[in-house]
């Protein structure tokens, strides 16, 4: 299958990160409600995400490409992951078999940094999986696409499915691509539980965000 490439030229949509509107198809789980102005801030935070173009995608009708610049830290040692109002993230927040978007607690430089929390059964994570990256049966992962920069948005089953270029990524086996273009996982967040019972990260996540990067 040919997938568009980041220089086609067509009737998309357009994109935040150029002040532009950002197609709401874009979020499909419960951050559906990420306002132009949050997002457009992530990507000048964040990702420093630039936006380069906006191209046609006609299986999704929704398209987002971006250039990364901004190469520094998300998430560091102890920094608590919140959910959209703010509250932190705890053991009890999720079910097995739920996932939400969370963020990095703000601080300086970073105010929005949409990632993508699930459980599992701990038993349904691959052998692949290192330890550290997943305590109670929570994993965490950039919401950003390997391929072109969409979001991630819908389930299917133990998979998260980029609505831009149908690519698929297994949530259960460190988010390995399991359809689609994208050439590389969604790079995956260390996490640990503290004494208090609260999701933080142990560190930055273990991959380039966005397309690019090894
Ligand atoms: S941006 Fe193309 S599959 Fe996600």
């Known amino acids: 299958m040919d997938y568009p490439k980041p220089d086609d030229d067509g009737d998309s949509e357009s994109c935040s990160c150029s002040g532009q509107a950002v197609s709401p198809s874009l979020y499909g789980d419960a951050r559906a409600e990420i306002r132009r102005r949050d997002f457009a801030k992530f990507l000048a935070t964040v990702g420093g995400l ?14 987002q490409v971006f250039e990364r610049s901004y190469e520094g830290p998300i998430y560091s040692d102890g ?7 703010g509250d932190r993230v705890t053991e009890t927040t999720l079910a097995e078999g739920e996932h939400m978007t969370v963020f990095p607690e703000p601080r300086p430089g970073i105010e929005d940094a949409p990632t993508l929390l699930v459980r599992f059964a701990e038993s349904d994570y691959s052998d692949a999986i290192d330890e550290g990256f997943v305590v109670s049966g929570y994993a965490a992962f950039s919401k950003i696409c390997t391929h072109a920069g969409c979001l991630v948005a819908e389930r299917e089953g133990n998979e998260i499915v980029c609505p831009c270029h149908f690519g ?3 949530m259960t086996d460190g988010a390995a691509v399991t359809g689609g273009p994208p050439g590389r996982p969604l790079p995956q967040l260390p996490i640990t539980l503290t004494s208090a019972g609260e999701l933080v990260a142990t560190g930055d996540f273990d991959g380039a965000i966005g397309p690019g990067g090894e």
């Open 50 to 63: 630039t936006a380069v173009a906006s191209l046609s995608a006609p299986l999704a009708s929704t398209t």
């Open 79 to 85: 920094v608590a992951l919140i959910d959209e109002n």
């Open 168 to 170: 698929k990524f297994d």
